[in-house]
């Protein structure tokens, strides 16, 4: 699909968008909550912050016996993961603090798990965001021939285990995301089928 076929949404009153940000607010606004983040949050990210930079400088400058080094990787693992779910996911959307420059900083901590804050920044946010779910266009649910995420997709034998096979291929996700899809990016200037320097202005 090119850039110039990309879906059009009709301009409307009333959308279920709008209402369901008017409904989310009201829901906040009645339980007097701030829907941006409070102590608890701002602890976990500190936490998980220097805990991932404990095992990292133990792994890497303290050479631990086998045993040891494979539990920390898998502990590693996990931390990324949390970082990238708790804080760098909340910044990116501007909801980990109501003040800009600790969502930027929240936001980037993503290039320090290896990833590139900009790539993921037009992939998920204004890609997927925009054309959730939508063949062709969301990158998201775009997996080769491994996955069918969308019904007009398609169809192989192999599609009636994916949710048996799933799970070991959601554990590579990382793994290629940085020393695979990442680059593709950069070096094809495309996201999916959309030019990386007009997808911006185009969604916009």
């Not at 779910?133 to 491994?146: K, M, Q, R, S, T």
């Not at 169809?155 to 695979?180: D, G, K, N, P, S």
Request: charged fraction near 15%; charge should be positive; hydrophobic fraction near 45%.
């Amino acid at each position: 699909m090119s850039l110039y076929h990309l879906p059009k949404f009709p301009v409307v009153t009333k959308s279920l968008h709008a209402d369901l940000k008017k409904r989310v607010q009201e829901y906040f606004d009645q339980r007097g909550i701030n829907p941006t983040g409070n102590s608890g949050l701002f602890t976990k990210a500190i936490l998980l912050v220097s805990s991932f930079l404990l095992v990292y400088i133990h792994l890497l400058f303290f050479t631990p016996v086998n045993i040891l080094a494979i539990l920390e990787c898998f502990i590693l693992g996990g931390i990324i993961a949390a970082i990238g779910f708790n804080v760098m996911h909340d910044g990116s959307h501007g909801s980990f603090s109501e003040k800009k420059w600790l969502n930027r900083i929240a936001a980037s901590s993503i290039s320090m798990l290896g990833a590139n804050h900009f790539m993921w920044n037009m992939k998920h946010n204004m890609i997927h965001h925009t054309y959730t779910n939508i063949d062709g266009v969301d990158p998201d649910i775009e997996v080769a021939i491994l996955l069918r995420m969308a019904p007009t997709q398609k169809r192989t034998w192999l599609h009636q285990f994916q949710h048996v096979y799933f799970w070991f291929l959601y554990m590579l996700l990382y793994i290629v995301w940085l020393f695979a899809t990442d680059y593709n990016k950069y070096f094809s200037k495309k996201i999916g089928n959309i030019p990386l320097k007009k997808c911006l202005s185009a969604i916009i």
